[in-house]
């Protein structure tokens, strides 16, 4: 094991899409997806915030055909509203006060990224709360977590890829992932690496569920 990495206030753990068309038996599934749930279960006790994102797409999403090339606009229907591949996979754990970010959901365009969202600015979210640093675990290492990931990057955000928390497609798209992500300066690091501070962010909320000033 090298050197720890503690957690803070200043941390968010970023959940990318477990989400059942993603694990096994799923139209989209990855590869031992499911593997990834009770590593990023082990973790989510070590932050005082998360962000739980997920592909939530209508009907005729622009990216689905019946034909599908399994490429960038040529996908099977995936977490279609409403569905059951659109749920968490089975046995994933969510704090009660977890950010839902829901990508994916305009029907004329692709949003791989929780940064690509028009009606939630997940990185102003994420300055006005004072977080410097993201935790990166999820489905798929090639894809969401891929943009997810350079998007942070851009966003000037220190970011950590857990590398034992994520699963990619397949072997040669996911080696390019990495060497991309590592190229914009993402850290890569092991779950066992990360230690609880035991130091919590302020509420955002108090005792009578209204928001506190910033």
Sequence with gaps: MSQPVFTGARDALIVVDVQQDFCPGGSLAVPDGDTVIPVINRLIPRFGRWVFTRDWHPPDHVSFSEHPEFKDGSWPPHAVQGTPGAQWCPGLEMP?????????????????????VPHFDLEEFLRSRQVERLFITGLATDYC??????????????????????????????????????AAGVIRIRSDEIVDSGE?????YDEHGEPLPK
């Design 200 to 204: 919590r962010p302020p509420a955002d």
């Design 96 to 116: 009660m006060n977890a950010i839902l970010v829901s990508k994916g959901d305009d029907p004329r365009r692709e949003a791989y990224s929780a940064f690509q």
């Design 145 to 182: 977590v891929r943009q997810t990931t350079l998007d942070a990057r851009a966003a000037g955000f220190t970011v950590f890829l857990v590398e034992d928390a994520v699963r990619g497609v397949s072997p040669e798209t996911t080696a390019a992932a990495l060497a991309e992500m590592e």
